[in-house]
Structure formats: C-alpha cells, structure tokens
C-alpha cells in the first residue's frame, strides 16, 4: 500500500482503510451486497423474515401484497403489479439496470411456466440436458468394488453435485443422490455406474412440478416414512418425507389439492435399532422441518415477527396455519396416543413424550 500515492506514510498498527465499494473476489464481498440490498428493500417497506433470512415480504393494512426471495444476487418477486414494478425500479436506481423477466423466466436453473389456466409449472429439463455422463472406459477394467482414480473421482463429485441441485424439482432421485453421497470419499467402479444410470433416468423421464391453486383456508400437513434394515453395525434407516399445502380439511381419502413445499430423503441423523425407533426418529426431524416453515409462512401471511414471537407461537400452536402429521405405522400411532409409555426401547422414550405433549399442546 506504501508504493500508492498519498499512501506513504501508512501504518497498518494503528491505521485501518474504509472500503468505499466491494469488488469480486473479496470476501466482504458478498455480505457488503447482501447488506447493501437489504437496506434498499427496506426502503420501500419490505421486511426481512426472521424464519429465513433471504426472504423478504411487505403487507399493507395486514395483507400481503409482495413476496421476494434471494439467491446471491438472483432475486425471485411475486405479488401485486404495481408494487413489483416500484421494487425494481428502486433496485435500478441503486444498483444500474437489471435483466428482468415476467411469467415465463428460468430462475437458478429452474424453468418458470405459467399454464392457460393460471397455474405454475417448474421444471430442470433444460439444466438436466447439459449433464454429461462420465466416461466409462475405467471402469470397465475394475473390479465393482474397486476405487475409481482421484481425475474420476473429481468427476463423481462434479455429476453428483450437479444432480443434487436437480433434486429440487425431481422428488423421485431423492433416494438415489442421497445413497450415492455417502460415497463422495472413495467412489468406487460400482458408484461411477449407478450415477450414470441416474443421469440417464431423469434425461429420458423428464418431470415437472405443477402449482395449482389451493382455495385457503389453508393447512399444512406432513407426511412422514422411513425404512430400517437392521444388518450392519449401525443399522441402516432412512427418513423421508412430504411437506405440503393444502385446503382447510386436510387430508382425505382419494385425491387432495395440495402444493408441495418441501420433500426429503436421506440417512437418519440418530442410530436406530428398530423399526418403531425409525419412524419415530423420522417423524420427529419433519415435525421439526415443518415448524421452520410453518414460521416462515406465518410471516408470509401476518408480517415479520421476531424471533421470540415465533418460538411463543410454536410452544402454544398458534402459527398462521395449523400443522397435521401423517404416518403409515400403527404401533407408533397408538404409542402416541396413549397415556401410558408404549415402547421396550428406552433410548426412545423421552422422544415419545415430547411428541405426546405437543399433540396435547395442538402444536400438530
């Protein structure tokens, strides 16, 4: 810094530089912009959420009339045309033109479509099209259980990032990507195969996620399985589940208007050494997801709250919208339910009765 003009004398002791405007590459960078828009869509009365941080909303006389998410500096609006149109204008003004576009965008590499009928379809087609397989010629001179070089490995990680981010739109490889991530740090000839096959399944059966409008008063209901396979040391069980909005009366018998919110598949995050343990352990970790956005959409409908307002709304289940839990095990069902401990296995018992107390607590 010596060697600039005017910079002579400058002692980096007692001395310290005030940067005027971030440039890429430092890693100010990014926190500076993040600060630098929020401040601007402060301005024009959007509020950031405390249930997720990169999603702002702004209500007039207690109604929601815009909506905006954050990506880095990809920004998603929704909400009343006006509105929209005043909040771009006061982004341009800060921070030059920005590339709009309206009803039909590709967002993050997510297709945007607006159908005849008003409804939403989202769709990674295009982004999946431009996934290339890896090369195989290696792998045929293994053994299946072999591990792949370190240059195939590097490719293993780059696909396997690649389709995760296709995860998004495609529930049906949630499985899959999850199975295969457990085998990022020595993929072998077997893991290198069965990742192509996954890339080819979703290249030759495209999928698209259609948002249909559901007619409020709305609900969320959490749907809630898991799988256990009691063979190896540690067990091997997986939860999965479905979030999702849906009409007042939640779920019935046969088809149900629903838009679906969020989906998981993946290793339990605790041993389990039974089935009950499993479904429970499952169950739990989508209870606690759902509260997460059940905050986030009691923000969305009643304005930002603080971050104290929304763990009282949780302890006393009064968020915005109520919660329903569905499971497909009885046992664990009638475990719930009764007043009485239902379970041989003490490493559960404690879990049970919380989930006993916030069904007393019509938390869910």
């Not at 600060?35 to 109604?63: F, M, T, W």
């Not at 800060?94 to 590709?106: A, I, L, V």
């Amino acid at each position: 810094l010596r060697t600039l003009p005017g910079m002579e004398s400058f002692d980096s002791r007692v001395e310290c530089l005030k940067l005027i405007r971030p440039g890429f590459g430092l890693k100010d960078a990014p926190r500076l912009w993040n600060l630098a828009l929020k401040r601007v869509l402060a301005s024009i009365g959007l509020q950031q959420c405390n249930s997720d941080p990169q999603l702002y909303a702004q209500h007039e006389k207690g109604v929601l009339i815009l909506v905006l998410s954050v990506h880095v500096d990809d920004i998603k609006l929704t909400g009343l045309l006006d509105r929209c149109k005043k909040c771009l204008q006061a982004l341009e003004a800060k921070f030059d033109q920005m590339k709009t576009s309206w009803n039909n965008f590709t967002h993050l590499g997510i297709e945007h479509v607006t159908l005849p009928d008003g409804s939403r379809s989202l769709s990674q087609d295009a982004y999946v099209k431009e996934l290339r397989p890896i090369p195989e010629a290696e792998v045929k001179i293994l053994k299946p259980e072999d591990a792949v070089s370190p240059a195939t490995g590097k490719l293993f990680m780059s696909l396997l990032g690649a389709l995760a981010w296709v995860v998004q739109t495609r529930p049906d490889i949630a499985v899959y990507i999850s199975a295969l991530q457990r085998r990022l740090q020595r993929p072998t000839a077997t893991d290198i195969l069965n990742l192509n096959r996954v890339l080819k399944y979703v290249k030759v059966r495209p999928v698209k996620l259609v948002y249909k409008k559901v007619q409020g008063p709305w609900k969320l209901v959490a749907v809630s399985d898991s799988s256990y396979k009691g063979e190896d040391q540690d067990s091997l069980a997986v939860r999965s589940g479905v979030i999702a909005l849906t009409s007042k009366e939640g779920v019935r018998q046969g088809e149900n208007p629903m838009q679906l919110i969020e989906f998981v598949s993946r290793k339990q995050s605790r041993v389990c050494r039974s089935t009950f343990a499993a479904e429970l352990h499952s169950l739990l970790d989508l209870f606690g997801l759902a509260t997460v956005i059940n905050a986030a959409m009691t923000e969305l409908l009643t304005g930002a709250c603080t971050a104290a307002y929304l763990a009282q709304a949780l302890d006393h289940g009064t968020n915005a919208l109520s919660l329903e839990m569905v499971i497909d095990h009885r046992g664990l069902l009638d475990a719930t339910a009764s007043e009485n401990n239902r379970s041989t296995d003490s490493s559960v018992l404690l879990h049970l009765m919380k989930l006993r107390e916030d069904l007393q607590k019509r938390i869910s």
